[in-house]
């Protein structure tokens, strides 16, 4: 059976006191029993990582990164490592989030050596696929998303032990539109997902990845996201940014 992970993705919001905040609304709001269903995870921007890890230094609630860069250090102006992650704190990273590919020109060669990079250095990558609205329109979706998952998965290993890391499923047209795939629609993609890394690394340790939905996730829809079978939880925006709404979407795992 594998355990439901709730992670939040603060992307760009949020400074340093407004991040304490957060998280002691948060930590405070939880169950300490929630932590026998789900994994928690925050990913605040890099400057509120090291206080919100000492925040939650007795708390069961796990932080990661939003991004790093694939070198061990050196002249990369603006880039953060691995091992910076990890001394502030960090047990995940997340890697090949939409909006790094849009904006920033992340392609599957450089996610992919981020992800060695990351698993190497004993992080934990959260690794995104997912397609634009007009892929699905042209019926591409799982075309995309297959390729992006063996490109970014290329070389990378896989172990019945230890989780080396995680997928994210984030269609492209579901993040901060208010329009989520329905149950459906994801499971069918978290289905596809879960054959290739089949395909990849055999029945038992694909059936140990855990894979997330991400795409407007609120407290009234994600019971029903939770419930699907290949549906191993959820990588929250703008829902995660509220103290209320995350500690509902927790809440609703089963
Ligand atoms: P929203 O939940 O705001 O749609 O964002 C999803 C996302 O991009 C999480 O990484």
């Not at 090291?50 to 694939?70: A, D, R």
Request: glycine letters at 8%; aromatic letters at 6%; proline letters at 2%.
């Amino acid at each position: 059976m594998r355990k439901k992970l709730l992670a939040g993705n603060w992307k760009m919001n949020k400074d340093i006191a407004e991040s304490i905040d957060l998280i002691s609304e948060i930590n405070k709001g939880l169950n300490s029993s929630v932590f026998n269903k789900a994994d928690v995870i925050v990913c605040p921007p890099f400057i509120s990582i090291y206080p919100v890890c000492e925040y939650l230094k007795h708390s069961e609630i796990k932080v990661g990164g939003q991004n790093m860069y694939k070198e061990t250090e050196g002249a990369y102006t603006g880039e953060i490592s691995a091992n910076m992650l990890i001394s502030a704190g960090c047990r995940y990273v997340i890697l090949g989030h939409s909006e790094r590919r849009q904006y920033f020109g992340e392609n599957d060669t450089l996610i992919n050596q981020k992800m060695e990079k990351a698993i190497t250095s004993n992080l934990i990558p959260i690794l995104c696929v997912g397609e634009t609205l007009s892929q699905r329109e042209e019926n591409k979706h799982i075309q995309t998303v297959t390729e992006q998952v063996k490109s970014c998965l290329k070389n990378i290993e896989a172990s019945n032990e230890q989780e080396k890391f995680i997928i994210a499923y984030e269609p492209v047209w579901a993040i901060g539109t208010g329009v989520n795939a329905t149950p459906e629609q994801a499971e069918e993609m978290h289905s596809e997902i879960r054959g290739i890394l089949k395909e990849l690394y055999g029945e038992d340790i694909s059936e140990q990845i855990r894979i997330l939905y991400g795409g407007s996730i609120n407290e009234i829809n994600s019971t029903d996201l939770f419930k699907m079978k290949n549906i191993d939880g959820g990588l929250v925006g703008g829902a995660s940014i509220k103290a209320e709404s995350f500690i509902k979407i927790i809440n609703s795992v089963q």
